[in-house]
């Protein structure tokens, strides 16, 4: 504000020209031209100077017609499952172990309608499953890429992310909605490090389990023991985090084109399970394959069909319980007593 003149900028002092080309003798910005109640007068107060740099054209109002579909929260599932019944599906496995790949390779087999007794129904989350199918669809000079998918990033740290899947089974015409977390394989690691499952709390309403483990490292002596000792602390984890009914437990098996898994590993690894009391039920699979006998996608189907084919066992709805002496408790009284 210069001398005279309440305007910011205006030179009516130095060069007697009126910033907003008015008279000077009549600008209500002068300094004793304004009566003593009036606040002197800013840019956003003069109506002549808006229009001064405003645009010719207000901005429209941008609504898109197809809203980017990503992972769907937690909040997201409870949603959905409250109108239609969903399949659960928890997967947990280390870095590296072909989690992703398996969501990929699955998505891609339903997108080509290859998908040995199941179809293509509907899906929430198009475009996630387009992320993490990306890396497989670039090819250099007809070379698969060392790396069929992404290190899986969440972004938040604190929320599970979802893949929504609907399929329609040929032989009966039975739709099934499938609930698919795409985790890192970081939260396995913390979970058998430190039993940290804040993050996996909805491992104790799934209908599955997917325990994911690259069978190549059962495959090799130096690095089988630890895997299957790991294998056996992951399964106490999932017991302990569950504390009741648990889940049907699927051993994913993953690079069934370059090794398979022997019956002694096998047997090995039942052992560290039932330390826990845990049963699982093996399903080996390739989500890529570049060998003629073993396709890609190789026991994908049959994976599905494991995961919705075995309904989870209810609880009894009153349990007979054995009366206790000496407790006075509603639920202990018996008529005959």
Sequence with gaps: MSVGCRYEGCTVADTGRCALERDPTECANRIGNAPADETPMSLADDTDTLAIGAPVLEAPTEVPSFP???TLGPEAIATMMAKRYMTVVGILGD????KTACLASLY???SNAVLDGWAFGDSHSLMAFEE????ARHWNEGQPPEQMTLHTEMADERRPGFLHLRLRR??????IDLALPDLPGE???TLIRSA???RLEFLKSADVVWLVVD???LADREKRQGTITRLGQLAGRLHALVDGEMPHVLLVVTHHDLTALDDTVLGRVRAEFDKHGVGFEVVPVAPFSDKADIRAGFGLASLIDASVGRSRRSPPFWPVTTPAGGKRSFLTYRRDQ
Excluded: F, H, N, Q
Excluded at 95 to 98: K, L, T, Y
Excluded at 132 to 135: S, Y
């Design 95 to 98: 870095p590296e172990s072909g």
């Design 187 to 189: 939260w396995t690691k």
């Design 170 to 175: 040929r032989a009966d015409g039975r739709r």
């Design 108 to 110: 891609l087999l339903v």
């Design 132 to 135: 993490i199918a990306r890396g």
């Design 196 to 198: 940290r499952s804040d």
């Design 215 to 217: 069978g190549r490292m």
């Design 68 to 70: 980017p579909s990503r």
